[in-house]
């Protein structure tokens, strides 16, 4: 069983930072990339910036200069830093991994619960 656990969403104000975390917990045997996507209400989730196991990073043209994601591969987990938050960054913020279990050949797709990220004007 694989776990993807969220953490750090929140209210605040424009402007504003928060720090997301998201923790890979399970029978792991390797990650290649991790990140994070995102659904406001009435529209599809979209992608907010994505990291290889080597680091490289790929973000969204929207949070482009505002947000940095990183990871610590000896703890399993990926971070999302935004600063400089919009009104139209809200929304719920979801983990996604590339993973491989013990148990299996392959790499698959696992996906988090979610944390709720609002910013008020």
């Known amino acids: 069983q694989v776990q993807l656990e969220e953490s750090g969403g929140g209210l605040v104000q424009t402007g504003g930072s928060l720090r997301l975390s998201c923790a890979a917990s399970?029978?792991?045997?390797?990650?290649?990339?991790m990140g994070w996507y995102r659904q406001a209400p009435g529209k599809q989730r979209e992608l907010v910036a994505t990291i290889t196991y080597g680091g490289t990073s790929n973000y969204a043209d929207s949070v482009k200069g505002r947000f940095t994601i990183s990871r610590d591969n000896a703890k399993n987990t990926v971070y999302l830093q935004m600063n400089s938050l919009k009104p139209e960054d809200t929304a719920l913020y979801y983990c996604?991994?590339?993973?491989?279990?013990?148990?299996?050949?392959?790499?698959?797709?696992?996906w988090g619960q979610g944390t709720q990220v609002t910013v008020s004007s």
């Open positions: 996604n991994a590339d993973l491989r279990r013990w148990r299996d050949w392959d790499y698959r797709n696992y």
């Open positions: 399970g029978s792991i045997f390797s990650i290649n990339a």
